[in-house]
Each structure stands twice: as structure tokens, then as C-alpha cells.
């Protein structure tokens, strides 16, 4: 039986992992983790939160170019970061780049009351996407409305649009409990209060309903709601392992402001070495076939303790 988690008891988390593979990942440094690169697994460093963020934007401009009529393709993103959003706007508008073929989808949302929060929730994902970029581009230029895919409590129809265009790059960030989207680690329960599910088991899970580990929950406080727990939602939709693997590639953004040193470090190591846990969601893309990790060199950081 592997260890009971320091910070959430009934759940699965990176806590529970063997003690020498988290000392290992908080010894490397910046270098070591370039160094991690492998085929299949890209690293990448940017020296400024200039170049990082057009990077991230570039993305979205490369995979809306794909779109044709007859292959329409788009591309999977994130709340968070939101930096590159705004950036996407303009180089539509400035490229002229007509969007008409081409698709996204919202990686999650949250659930308010065992429905899909509405786009007048503070924190809505929708809304955030709309405003930050959508609503920014040219009317002339814009995505046809049917072409934007938000998850909903009801997933159906958001998990049978993925059937029908290209998801050429996923993006995503980190959380602190390592997921992308809303893919946190399972409670510890029923068969699984031994050992956590198989990667086998975890990658058949589609788009869904999920309960937040609570260093999810206090993450998105932190970050999005000024500190105030009681605000944020305990359930969320999130894209699944399945659409993820239906994603030609997988770019993960690690700007240093929504996981720490250490939990960069630690799924840099476990996707690098083939260790894939569903203790530490994000360790699974390790059996992706084409992953990229994007770091800010500026917000990597050092494991080394620090009094404050």
C-alpha cells in the first residue's frame, strides 16, 4: 500500500509517489531538464515573457492556417495562461487570417449547482475565451459560432465535435496537483484505496464531469479569485485523456505562475523517463506520442529552500 497523501488523505496525488523519485526531480536543474528532451518529448526554453507568450500564440495562427473546407482543423486551449488570448486577436487581425474553417475547442469549464456555469459566472471559461480574444477579431474574419466547442455538463455534443475537424495542437498549463485541464488525480477509494488506477484505465476517460482535488480548488483561488476559497466551484467539465489522444500534439506552457519549481520539474522527469502515474495526471503524457514542454527560463526557479 503506497503512502497516504500529506495534503488531501482521501485523494491520490504526487505526495504519494516514491520518495526517490521526488528527491530526483527536485535535484535537476535548468539544464538537466532540457537535457530530459527525447524523441517524442520536446523542451523548449524562452528568455522572455514576450517571446514565450507570441510562441504560445503562434500556435493557434499555425493550426487555424491548416483549415481547409475539405479538412477543417483547429486547436484546444487553455484558461490559464490567458497572456497569449489577446496576442491571438491581433495576429488574426493583423494577418487577416480568415477563420471561417477553423475550430477550437475550451479545454473545461466549470459546474455551479450540477450544471455548466453560465458565461455571466465571474469565473466562466467561455466568457474569459470570448472576451480576452473571440470577441476581439474581426467580424469579417471571425469563427463561425457552430466551430466554437465548449464543454458542457452534458458532454455529448462537445465530445462528437471532435469527430469532425482536426485538433491540431492541444495546449494547456500545469495546476500544483499536475493536471492539464481539469484531469486531476482520482480519490482514493472503493479498489483503488491500495494503489491509484492503471494509466490504461485513466486514458479511457472521456470529457466529464469531475470533483476538484482540493489543491485544485485552492489553486484557482489563489490565482483567479483573490484568495476567497468559498468562490470557486468544486466540480468542473473537463476535456478527457480520450480527446486528448485524438490531439496530433500536446503543448504544455509553464510561465512559473500556476505550478511551482518542483512540479515542473517533477513531470518534466516522469514524461522523460516513461513514468506515467495517475497519481500525477500530467505523467501520462509520457505515453503521448508528440508532447512539447514550454518553460520560461525566468520562472523556473530552484528547489533549494529559501526563509522568507
Not at 56 to 63: G, I, N, Q, R
Not at 158 to 163: D, Q, V
Request: charged share 25%; net charge negative.
Amino acid at each position: 500500500m503506497r503512502r497516504l497523501s500529506l495534503v488531501a488523505p482521501e485523494w491520490w496525488d504526487y505526495t504519494t509517489l516514491d520518495r526517490e523519485i521526488l528527491d530526483d526531480a527536485a535535484r535537476l536543474s535548468a539544464d538537466d531538464m532540457l537535457g530530459l528532451a527525447r524523441p517524442g518529448f520536446a523542451v523548449k526554453f524562452y528568455d522572455t515573457l514576450e517571446d514565450f507568450y507570441l510562441a504560445e500564440a503562434l500556435e493557434y495562427v499555425a493550426a487555424w492556417r491548416q483549415a481547409t473546407p475539405e479538412r477543417p482543423a483547429g486547436i484546444c486551449g487553455p484558461i490559464g495562461p490567458t497572456e497569449q488570448l489577446p496576442l491571438v486577436a491581433r495576429l488574426v487581425n493583423e494577418l487577416e487570417i480568415d477563420l471561417r474553417h477553423a475550430h477550437f475547442w475550451g479545454m473545461d469549464e466549470w459546474v455551479v449547482g450540477g450544471r455548466d456555469a453560465p458565461e455571466s459566472f465571474p469565473l466562466s471559461f467561455a466568457r474569459a475565451d470570448r472576451e480576452l480574444c473571440f470577441n476581439r477579431i474581426k467580424p469579417e474574419l471571425a469563427m463561425p459560432e457552430a466551430n466554437l466547442h465548449f464543454p458542457k455538463a452534458d458532454p455529448t455534443e462537445y465530445i462528437e465535435s471532435w469527430k469532425h475537424a482536426r485538433c491540431v495542437v492541444m495546449q494547456g498549463g500545469q495546476g500544483e496537483v499536475k493536471h492539464w485541464a481539469f484531469n486531476d488525480p482520482p480519490r482514493r477509494e472503493g479498489k483503488y484505496v491500495d494503489a491509484p488506477p492503471p494509466p490504461s484505465e485513466y486514458r479511457k476517460l472521456t470529457t466529464r464531469v469531475v470533483d476538484l482535488h482540493p489543491m485544485t480548488i485552492i489553486q484557482n483561488a489563489r490565482t483567479s479569485g483573490g484568495g476567497v476559497v468559498t468562490n470557486v466551484p468544486t466540480q468542473a467539465i473537463s476535456v478527457g485523456p480520450m480527446e486528448t489522444w485524438q490531439a496530433e500534439k500536446v503543448s504544455i506552457w509553464h510561465a512559473g505562475a500556476h505550478d511551482n519549481p518542483f512540479g515542473m520539474r517533477l513531470t518534466t522527469l516522469m514524461i522523460a523517463k516513461r513514468l506515467p502515474d495517475t497519481a500525477v495526471p500530467m505523467s501520462l503524457l509520457a505515453e503521448h506520442p508528440n508532447v512539447q514542454f514550454n518553460f520560461y527560463r525566468g520562472g523556473i526557479g530552484t528547489c533549494a529552500a529559501e526563509m522568507h
